[in-house]
Every structure is written in C-alpha cells, then in structure tokens.
C-alpha cells in the first residue's frame, strides 16, 4: 500500500479489505474471447453473440487454460469480472473484481479484488460432447486460499509440460 507520503505500509489496506495479487494483471493469454454478459452472452471485442463452443471445449478436454467473463448488468452502476485459470488437473484458480460506479463512470473507479480461491472443475454433463459443448465450466467447493499465488506460480502452473 502507498501511504500520502509516498512510504510502503502494508498495515493500513485501504477500507480495512487486505490487497491481493491482481491475476488479471499477470498477462495470462486468454483460452477463449472474454465473454460479456448483459442480457445474453457475448464476445466481449466484438460485442457479437458468442455460443461459448470455445469454453465448453475447453471444458470437456481438461486440460489448463484461462476463462475471463466480464458481468455487465444494466443500468450500469456496477461491474464484476472473474478470471478462472483451469490448471489441468481437475482444479482452478479463480480470482473476482468489482467496482461500484454510482457516482462517477466506472473506469474512473480502481477494481476491488476479491482472494483467490481454489475450485474443483466439476465434471461436464453428458450432453457436451465433442465439438457440441456450449456451456460455461461449472465450478465445485471453491475455498479462499490463506496465501495469494505470485505472478510466477501462476506462469509457471498455466506453462505447458514438456
């Protein structure tokens, strides 16, 4: 934390919430688009409806990757986005921010970070199948980490094996 001064303290975390390691600030490629939810589901460059092939496939092959969905409800007073790093081995590293923007535009207010958490990847149901699988992970017994991941875990864990 960065006091007026200028000085380091990190006892004093702005409105008492504890700062976190800001995955979404790691560069982790994104798998898929980042998926935009308002009213449906869409691509979040190019604004188009998106079918969410590219997650479900995901999904159903198991193996690491990354997922990031921005929630976008209307009047548009509120945001939230949630990067889910699928590590491969059934479990994900999930990381939420939201900003509240009643009184001024969004992108003028800085995200609140939420822990990390460590999820079970539950198993997709029987009716994704190959090449036909349109839905969002779904993700099990999500449990706050007592310690964030670093930047380098993260590459390191998302990296693929030789």
Same mark, same amino acid.
């Given at each position: 934390?960065?006091?007026?001064?200028?000085?380091?303290?990190?006892?004093?975390?702005?409105?008492?919430?504890?700062?976190?390691?800001?995955?979404?600030?790691?560069?982790?490629?994104?798998?898929?688009?980042?998926?935009?939810?308002?009213?449906?589901?869409?691509?979040?460059?190019?604004?188009?409806?998106?079918?969410?092939?590219?997650?479900?496939?995901?999904?159903?092959?198991?193996?690491?990757?990354?997922?990031?969905?921005?929630?976008?409800?209307?009047?548009?007073?509120?945001?939230?986005?949630?990067?889910?790093?699928?590590?491969?081995?059934?479990? &994900?590293?999930? !990381?939420?921010?939201?900003? /509240?923007? @009643?009184?001024?535009?969004?992108?003028?207010? =800085?995200? %609140?970070?939420?822990?990390?958490?460590?999820?079970?990847?539950?198993?997709?149901? &029987?009716?994704? !199948?190959?090449?036909?699988? /349109?839905? @969002?992970?779904?993700?099990?017994?999500?449990? =706050?980490? %007592?310690?964030?991941?670093?930047?380098?875990?993260?590459?390191?864990?998302?990296?693929?094996?030789?």
């Amino acid at each position: 934390m960065v006091a007026c001064d200028g000085e380091i303290n990190e006892d004093a975390p702005p409105n008492g919430v504890p700062a976190h390691v800001d995955l979404f600030a790691c560069g982790v490629q994104l798998t898929c688009p980042a998926y935009c939810i308002h009213l449906s589901i869409a691509d979040c460059s190019s604004g188009g409806p998106e079918t969410l092939g590219c997650a479900g496939e995901l999904w159903l092959e198991g193996g690491s990757g990354a997922l990031e969905v921005h929630d976008r409800p209307g009047p548009g007073n509120w945001m939230g986005d949630k990067l889910t790093l699928f590590l491969g081995d059934g479990k &994900a590293l999930v !990381q939420n921010r939201t900003r /509240s923007c @009643l009184d001024a535009p969004c992108e003028t207010i =800085p995200w %609140e970070l939420g822990a990390h958490e460590l999820c079970d990847v539950a198993t997709p149901p &029987a009716t994704c !199948q190959p090449d036909n699988c /349109s839905e @969002l992970p779904v993700l099990e017994n999500c449990a =706050p980490l %007592e310690s964030d991941w670093s930047c380098g875990e993260v590459a390191t864990a998302m990296s693929p094996m030789p």
